[in-house]
């Protein structure tokens, strides 16, 4: 390699922004795509990572308040109408239905159970969506991400060689800015789904582990009133 070529090599700005200021039309619409993508995964992660930690807290303390021996009605009574945390909403729906199921005259209407299970999962269906809201996205842009990035690159690399082809020149100082830009394409997408991929997979196995608890606490409170329903 002659020191002409090597000096204007030299000279060449490779920065991230120097690179993508340089790059066609496509492939910054790719990396700006990635980019954004990548910002709203981090968002939904550190979203979903304080809404788990507040419903783990809640369902903690509520427990400890269901099975400290307080009558149900008192502890009904305490949580209001508007519970806040999804343990007490599903514990709410059920000693609704439950309370609505009674006659004047005190006896049960027939089919109390059922009505009482169904509002605890109607209960439990609202809280799951809550809970997985922006997970598929994660998934989304962990499986999408590197084909666009990808994309990014062959089209990029297209544009190199073309710009090559015009200036009948393969020295370093052509080649290496156009590779380069079509390179970032690719860091990107794998910067948006490597990180997606992993808290995806974090963040629904905690999500099933709490709704597996909601469903374990309503199965056990669905089985708390069918004692009473028996006597």
Known sequence: ?????????????????????????????????????????????VQKFISYRKARLEAAVFDRAFWSGEPLDELFENIGGQPEGASEKIFASGMIEWRRSHRQDGGLIMGAQARIDRSMDVAIQKETEDLTRGLP?????????????????????????E????????????????????????????????????????LSTDSDRIIGGYEAFADEFATILSRQLDA
């Open 163 to 202: 710009e090559i082809a015009i200036a009948q020149n393969t020295s370093l100082a052509v080649v290496a800015p156009g590779i380069a830009e079509a390179l970032v394409a690719t860091a990107l997408g794998l910067v948006a789904a490597i990180p997606a991929v992993i808290f995806y997979n974090k």
């Open 1 to 45: 390699m002659d020191t002409t070529t090597l000096a204007a090599a030299q000279e060449i700005d490779f920065s991230l922004l120097a690179l993508f200021a340089r790059a066609s039309i496509t492939v910054k619409l790719v990396m700006l795509m990635l980019t954004i993508a990548s910002f709203w995964s981090w968002a939904i992660i």
């Open 137 to 161: 996205f994660l998934a989304t842009v962990g499986s999408t991400a590197p084909f666009i990035g990808l994309f990014g690159t062959v089209w990029g690399i297209k544009v190199a060689f």
